[in-house]
């Protein structure tokens, strides 16, 4: 299943940004997501998992205390609200069915997320 995330722009550092991850003809209920993303020149990184309760949510150290997972399951969407962005945010990001990427077998286009001033 291949997921899009969308809702990445342009922002100044301190700003914030709310991605959001959806897939159509498939329920995100019930499935753990992932967040992922690849900044130029380097290798992609997990950012977040979103557990399938959401009673519980993993975030890489980077990112712990400014990005916040949840979803809405009526509108079937999963979402990474991002705030305190920094330029080493700049990324594009992605949304997975797996919280490790080494089982997602297809990725979606991404968003980019450009942090600068």
């Known amino acids: 299943v291949q997921l899009q995330a969308s809702g990445g722009g342009s922002v100044q550092p301190g700003g914030s940004l709310r991605l959001s991850c959806a897939a159509s003809?498939?329920?995100?209920?019930?499935?753990?997501i992932g967040w992922f993303r690849q900044a130029p020149g380097k290798e992609r990184e997990g950012v977040a998992c979103?557990?399938?309760?959401?009673?519980?949510?993993r975030y890489d150290g980077s990112v712990k205390g400014r990005f916040t997972g949840s979803r809405d399951s009526a509108k079937n969407v999963v979402y990474l609200q991002m705030d305190s962005l920094k330029p080493e945010d700049t990324a594009v990001y992605y949304c997975?069915?797996?919280?490790?990427?080494?089982?997602?077998?297809?990725w979606g286009q991404g968003t980019l997320v450009t942090v600068s001033s």
């Open positions: 997975a069915t797996s919280c490790n990427q080494d089982y997602v077998t297809s």
């Open positions: 003809g498939f329920s995100l209920e019930g499935n753990v």
């Open positions: 979103v557990a399938k309760s959401d009673l519980y949510i």
